[in-house]
């Protein structure tokens, strides 16, 4: 939620931007602030630890790699090599 617009009594932010996880099935818990790195593996084990219904996410199925069938000496039609901006 957007704290600038929303106010909770029980959710104090600690500095821009703070992520407060309210745990289900309690309503009396207070918050905890998520304090590890913003990556998808960090959250993923924060998650795990405490949430209150246990999940488990399955991993992605990583795509077929795509196989170029142009030649490395070959231009591409429109491709004047050099790079605009």
Same mark, same amino acid.
């Given at each position: 939620?957007?704290?600038?617009?929303? !106010?909770?009594?029980?959710?104090?932010? %600690?500095?821009?931007?703070?992520?407060?996880?309210?745990?289900?099935?309690?309503?009396?818990? %207070?918050?905890?602030?998520?304090?590890?790195?913003?990556?998808?593996? /960090?959250?993923?084990?924060?998650?795990?630890?405490?949430? *209150?219904?246990?999940?488990?996410? !399955?991993?992605?199925?990583?795509?077929?790699?795509?196989?170029?069938?142009?030649?490395?000496? /070959?231009?591409? !039609?429109? %491709? *004047?090599?050099? %790079? !605009?901006?």
């Amino acid at each position: 939620m957007d704290g600038t617009s929303n !106010e909770h009594p029980r959710a104090k932010a %600690d500095g821009f931007p703070t992520i407060l996880f309210f745990p289900g099935g309690n309503k009396s818990f %207070d918050p905890i602030t998520v304090d590890v790195d913003r990556t998808v593996v /960090e959250l993923y084990k924060f998650l795990k630890k405490h949430a *209150s219904i246990p999940f488990k996410l !399955e991993k992605p199925a990583t795509p077929e790699p795509v196989i170029s069938t142009k030649k490395s000496d /070959e231009k591409i !039609e429109g %491709d *004047s090599g050099k %790079d !605009e901006l």
